[in-house]
């Protein structure tokens, strides 16, 4: 058996989505991975997880990739840095809001960003990096880059130290004795089998390599058709209500003779009891959570008379909060993203680390040139997935994957994998003009440049001067000689410069799809940074769409996205955009899987074409919890013949374009107006003098 095997981490996407589970979270649980509690968060070179899921998680059949090599097999291991953050206070804010209804928000959501040019990039402490990365970079390459040290994979030390923000509120799970959900999901000992059998015919090779993948797609197959079985005879079972009903009742008899007594739901007074007397037990926390995900699945059978389903689902979320160390606006928030059960899943994956990925570039290597040169090195990696031709998966190394001489010399970037598709949706071509509206550390510029083959041009801007340190770095390092460096608010451009033929805006968001990577956004976010950044991110994509050119030939295309899986930043900034550039449609990612986005929502409906857009989760997909989403700009139609009749009509239409327009700040406002002239030009109005449309109430109420 080779030792790779025991700890490899499963590849971090699925080989193929099955259609009929595409697009809602599953409900049939007939297996789940198990989430290594106490090991997995704290190494940076990663273990391949326990066995794949059966089952319900259909798409997260993972490929195992063409070519997979093995190298020397020493354990290993990575420091990634904790951050620091600040706590936000709780406001009681829907984050639904338009844009332009909240000039107050505009304003400090503006000045976040502005405050935060002053400091020094440091890694990821103080409050702008908090908005700014949402923690996806916590792994990209600036963070990694730099002394061996940050990247000690060659330790084997456990002792994490728990940044002292997290060590008031630290999750329980760090006790917890097993798993949440008694479902049926595979335990470590049919895992290590399963694995031992994989190496069975010794390592992998670049001589064995391809025949080895090949029979590594047949078996990932023949368990596909497993997983569907299962999932068949699940649903003929007829569990129509249950989301567990591959949990027998044994499971919860067992539990009642473990804690001795039948399982009641607290009540409000028995909860701040506990409460007071310091939270309880982790066991009990843990019961009580099973208990509760057990009921919600199947309520009319097993809730107690008189209790309300509502009453479950607080005390799950309390619970989950506890035991998560989330606070509980952010744990209600997620928790409402996903049927009951798959809600644990979700939160159980964030307790585990994402696989250490990294993209070759191709301007300096070839992916198999690259692999070989790591392997010789002591690095054990593989291919990642079908999906990409430039990704490697690495499982262990006995040098640091961050400073390696094909590192250094710019062969390959430390990239999470989810961090490809909004380049691969993007597809820029050639001698084509490109903005990356947000772009530091530049993983993502310089994959741009990679596929443009250095030719044309990517502006590659950032708000933040000190984070376009790292992004020249990067773009020097990895020999991007098609990258103009630039730093703006995003929200400046067109006036900056426009008539792009693609835009990428990876937007600051809050990070909720990193949190393996950030821990500290469980207790960092509140109610008012998801309406402040939702705001924020309106505003950047309207800029995003009118700084390309429809009259593109080759393309005329925008990727938002975001490495966050709460729909205020995601769809609904999506359906906003829609509604106020009526010249844009969604079109395909292109990409080969993920969930499509929400088109209902809690009371909310967005475009039917917004289910287009994807979502990917660290559960399902084994990679950062992210959202792609791919705009086609259309030329604007031409309003003719609406002269406006009155001072009021002239009014209106002012209004009317302010509205699409979202700006308000001071420094602004003389581009502002210009704008207004335009698009008031441009809808067929009539523009009124300079100094005229400066009197307007509505330019005046903006100027106070
Ligand atoms: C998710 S990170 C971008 C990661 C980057 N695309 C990559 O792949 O390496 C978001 C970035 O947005 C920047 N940012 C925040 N507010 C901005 C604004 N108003 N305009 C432009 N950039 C902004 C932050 O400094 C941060 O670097």
Redesign the pocket.
Known sequence: MGRRAKSKQGNPEPLAELQENAGRPSSKKTGKRKADADGGAKEGVSKRPAKKARGEEKERVHSKGKGKVTGKTEKAKSSAAENKNKHQNSDEKEGWEDVEEDVDLKAQAKSL?HDSDEEEFVGFTGDLEDF???G??AG?DDILRGPVEELDLGSDDDDEPIPAKLKTKRSKQHERPSKIIPTGSVNSSSTSDSDEDEDEDGPVTMANMEARSRALDVKAAKEAELDVEEMRKAEMAGAEDDDFADVDDADMEGDEEEGGEAFELPTAEQREEEKKSGGPDVHLVQRRMRECVLVLGNFKRRAAKGRSRSEYVEQLVYDIASYYGYNEFLAEKLFQLFPVAEAIEFFEANEVPRPVTIRTNTLHSRRRDLAQALINRGVNLEPIGKWTNVGLQVFESSVPIGATPEYLAGHYMLQAAS?FLPVIALAPQPNERVL?????????TTHMAALMENTGIVFA????KA?TKSLTANVHRLGCKNVVVCSY???EFPKVIGGFDRVLL????SGTGVISKDASVKTNKSERDFVLLSH?QKQ?ILCAIDSVTPDSKTGGYVVYST?SVTVDENEAVVDYALRKRPNVKLVDTGLEFGRPGYTKYRGKTFHEKVSLTRRFYPHVHNMDGFFVAKFKVEKRAKNVGKEPQSAKEVEAGVEAVETEFAFDSDEDRPYIEETKRKRMKAKGLRVPPRSKLAATPAVQAAAA
Do not use: I, T, Y
């Not at 990356?436 to 993502?444: F, I, R, T, Y």
């Not at 801007?461 to 933040?464: E, G, I």
């Open positions: 960003f700014d990365m949402g996806e970079d990209d961090s990356d509206m947000a772009s530091a550390p530049g993983g993502k801007n950032d708000a933040n984070r608010d995003g929200r990876d937007a600051p968001c924020l950047l490495c």
